[in-house]
């Protein structure tokens, strides 16, 4: 067995014996417990990607992805709970080593969680929207402004805030900053929605004339924006492989409990108009993960086709899980409503996923525009 195979057993080990018997109260309002992240922690999930020398696991993209994947087969929003804490200390570590030497220890033993915020209640898809405003002053920066739907703020001790620097009013004028949400002038707030998932720890926070050091800008307008567009690349592709999971999982689950219920004298599966709803999702599972392989291994290997598709891969994955998972639940009856299935989790996590990194119609505008580039007028 390899490093990579050895690391991903274990964390299937974990996410069978730890995080599925935990998950089930999260659909219900729980949060998950700190041992859990501490348990998260020893496996290394916290700095997956960051270099051996700097704590992490040095392991790539790839190995990220097929993480993601494992405990999203089990649970969505603990899995993105740990992995969006991991791309702070990543970002950190790549762009701030100050304040990654501060911040590091807590991030990766799972002591404090962190968060990437950019959207805002009047900024979603359109980014470049944003009106948090970092104002520059002799001894750092001001930081004021309202961020919403961000994973980890309920409960994060970090966060990387996006924001416009100066009076400048568009992308280019967007920065990034570290921002301490334990620093005066931070009130956090829940995002309750119809769908509980307690584990995403979604919420946000209002920025009321924040201080910050010179050091907290780690990404200065002009390439913050460009930057954000790159890592969410990434995001889009794990994100596809979470989907993929989940409706793998579901697919397998529903499976075995066709083996064992039996109606008119025989198991489900017998019946040949039950099974192929398995066998329809089962073929179309097949087709979105190998889309979602290509956007993994173009991401990964830094393939100039990345960026499209990892767009497509997210909306065929996000789809093909709409798609099935209804049905999927559908077909173990009553049965099939219980937490313990994790059906009910999945069929939430999959209209969560929809959003995160990227909203579909905008994904698919994306890859009409890199496919047939727009053509712009020109000057005789
Ligand atoms: C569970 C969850 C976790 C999240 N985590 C984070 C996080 O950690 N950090 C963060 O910064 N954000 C996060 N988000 C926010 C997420 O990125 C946004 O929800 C997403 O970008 C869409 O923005 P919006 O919800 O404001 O929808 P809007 O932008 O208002 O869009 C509304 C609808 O209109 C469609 N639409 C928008 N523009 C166009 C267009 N040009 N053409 C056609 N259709 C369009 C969209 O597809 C969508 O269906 C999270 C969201 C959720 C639900």
Redesign the pocket.
């Known amino acids: 067995m390899t490093a990579r195979a050895d690391h991903l057993a274990a964390v299937h080990r974990f996410a069978r014996t730890r995080l599925a018997p935990a998950a089930e109260d999260w659909v219900q309002g729980d949060a998950p417990a700190p041992d859990l992240f501490r348990a998260a922690a020893d496996l290394g999930l916290f700095g997956i990607e960051l270099p051996v020398a700097a704590g992490g696991l040095g392991f790539d993209f790839a190995h990220k992805a097929a993480v993601c994947a494992t405990l999203a087969a089990v649970d969505f929003g603990f899995a993105m709970s740990v992995i969006?804490t991991q791309n702070a200390a990543l970002r950190l570590h790549l762009s701030a080593p100050d304040l990654a030497a501060h911040y590091l220890p807590g991030l990766l033993s799972g002591q404090t969680a962190a968060?990437?915020?950019?959207?805002e209640p009047g900024a979603?898809?359109?980014v470049a929207a944003l009106q948090t405003r970092a104002t520059q002053m002799p001894d750092g920066w001001v930081i004021s402004g309202q961020k919403d739907?961000?994973?980890n703020a309920r409960h994060a001790g970090l966060s990387i805030v996006f924001a416009k620097c100066g009076t400048g009013d568009d992308a280019a004028a967007i920065g990034a900053f570290a921002v301490d949400l334990t620093a005066p002038g931070v009130t956090r707030h829940g995002a309750d929605t119809g769908f509980d998932?307690t584990s995403?720890g979604?919420g946000g926070f209002t920025l009321d004339a924040v201080k910050l050091p010179p050091e907290a800008l780690i990404l200065p307008a002009g390439t913050a924006f460009l930057s954000i567009l790159t890592e969410i690349n990434g995001a889009r592709s794990y994100v596809a492989a979470m989907c993929c999971a989940m409706l793998n999982a579901s697919i397998a689950r529903v499976a075995t409990y066709g083996q064992t219920r039996h109606s008119f004298g025989k198991p489900l599966m017998d019946h040949q108009a039950w099974r192929l709803t398995l066998a329809q999702a089962q073929t179309d599972l097949a087709a979105t993960q190998t889309l979602t392989d290509r956007a993994v291994a173009a991401i990964t290997g830094d393939d100039p086709k990345a960026q499209i598709l990892a767009a497509q891969a997210k909306v065929h994955a996000v789809q093909t899980a709409q798609r099935h998972l209804p049905a999927l639940l559908h077909a173990m009856g009553a049965e099939g409503l219980r937490p313990a299935h994790g059906l009910t989790r999945h069929l939430a996590a999959v209209q969560?996923a929809a959003?995160?990194?990227?909203?579909?119609?905008?994904l698919l505008?994306r890859v009409a525009r890199l496919s047939w580039p727009v053509s712009r007028p020109t000057k005789d």
């Open positions: 969006n968060c990437t915020a950019l959207t979603g898809t359109d739907w961000i994973i998932q995403l979604t969560s959003l995160t990194d990227g909203a579909i119609a905008p505008e």
